[in-house]
């Protein structure tokens, strides 16, 4: 099984929608959760912390489900610039390594 | 700040050839790590350092040196270069342990090796 599995798209999304998708892990020993934005041909940056309670930033809501190994992104009212790779990233073996996702591709139509 | 610089932006190497990626951050971050980027995978960790003079190495090593002679440089070393090395080279740094810590990423380096 892969560290960090998604589900790379592309994700077509009217603007104005809503859109969710979600990241599996398999460490169980894992504590610390990321999605991180990548425009093309860019470098990544960091968009959210994932918090054990849930968090909300503005349009963005990330979730963690330690049950079943998955964290989620959800992201309402999609804009234009909204447009980009989302990438979903966990601790791996102690603090100093971590495991990145391939990435969730996001596309929004006008 | 400049944040975490990167140089050259584009590389075109033989096979065989050597040469060094530059990579420098002057956020006084002591951490920092090298990672690759090919089509239809994640991003892979090559090395890391976690300060000045301490080096260690992670998931895909082979065919890299580095080292940390000061906390504002971390050089990544080809040896012998391979088309399996074409790939896209980003540098980032954390204030501390990548788990726990916000990454910056440099902008990167397309190295093509023929």
């Known amino acids: 099984r892969k560290e960090v599995e998604q589900d790379p798209g592309p994700f077509n999304v009217p603007e104005g929608a809503t859109v969710a998708f979600n990241c599996t892990y398999s460490n169980s020993a894992s504590q610390s959760f990321f999605w991180y934005r990548q425009d093309c041909r860019k470098e990544p940056k960091l968009l959210m912390s994932?918090?054990?309670s849930g968090n909300e930033d503005g349009r963005f809501t990330a979730q963690l489900n330690r049950a079943s190994q998955y964290i989620s992104l959800l992201i309402r009212d999609s804009k234009l610039s909204d447009s980009a790779t989302y990438l979903c990233v966990v601790n791996m073996t102690g603090n100093n390594r971590l495991a990145f996702g391939k990435g969730n591709q996001v596309v929004v139509i006008p | 700040n400049a944040g975490v610089t990167q140089t050259p932006k584009f590389q075109v190497l033989k096979t065989g050839q050597s040469m060094t990626l530059q990579c420098a951050q002057d956020?006084?971050?002591?951490?920092m790590s090298w990672y690759r980027q090919d089509p239809g995978m994640g991003l892979r960790l090559i090395h890391y350092s976690v300060g000045a003079g301490i080096t260690d190495q992670g998931e895909v090593p082979n065919g890299y040196n580095v080292s940390r002679s000061t906390t504002e440089d971390f050089p990544l070393r080809l040896l012998s270069a391979a088309p399996s090395q074409t790939s896209v080279y980003f540098c980032?740094?954390?204030?501390?342990?990548?788990?726990?810590?916000?990454?910056?990423f440099g902008p990167g380096t397309r190295l093509t090796v023929l």
């Open positions: 994932v918090y054990s």
């Open positions: 956020m006084n971050h002591e951490y």
């Open positions: 980032a740094s954390s204030p501390g342990l990548a788990g726990l810590n916000e990454q910056f």
